[in-house]
Nanobody
Framework: QEQLVESGGGLVQAGGSLRLSCAAS????????MGWFRQAPGKEREFVAA????????YYADSVKGRFTISRDNAKNTVYLQMNSLKPEDTAVYYC????????????????????WGQGTQVTVSS
């Protein structure tokens, strides 16, 4: 059973920071690409960030580049999303997801490439 559990969401004022964590179990975490997606009410789920199995390659949506940082600790089976300079537009449910090896850059942005998903954690940014 593959399981991803997000934590670290909450309410924060604009300009503040949050660090999301995603704990994985039930699969070989170190062999998987990991990603973060988010979804606001009434909107489509959108890509936020991703990291390769080795941690050597990272990818970011233009909207978060320079503000968010994705990282992973394979020894702890955990992926993180450090979110700085938060904006009200960042308000959404944030989901952690896992994918098998990806060989094209465009695949990291595609939610269809991800096999397992967490249940999400709410991030609310007030103005």
């Amino acid at each position: 059973q593959e399981q991803l559990v997000e934590s670290g969401g909450g309410l924060v004022q604009a300009g503040g920071s949050l660090r999301l964590s995603c704990a994985a179990s039930g699969f070989s975490f170190s062999a998987y690409t990991m990603g973060w997606f988010r979804q606001a009410p009434g909107k489509e789920r959108e890509f936020v960030a991703a990291i390769s199995w080795s941690g050597r390659s990272t990818y970011y949506a233009d909207s978060v580049k320079g503000r968010f940082t994705i990282s992973r600790d394979n020894a702890k089976n955990t992926v993180y999303l450090q979110m700085n300079s938060l904006k009200p537009e960042d308000t959404a449910v944030y989901y952690c997801a896992a994918a098998g090896p990806l060989y094209q850059s465009r695949d990291y942005y595609d939610p269809g490439q991800y096999d397992s998903w967490g249940q999400g954690t709410q991030v609310t940014v007030s103005s």
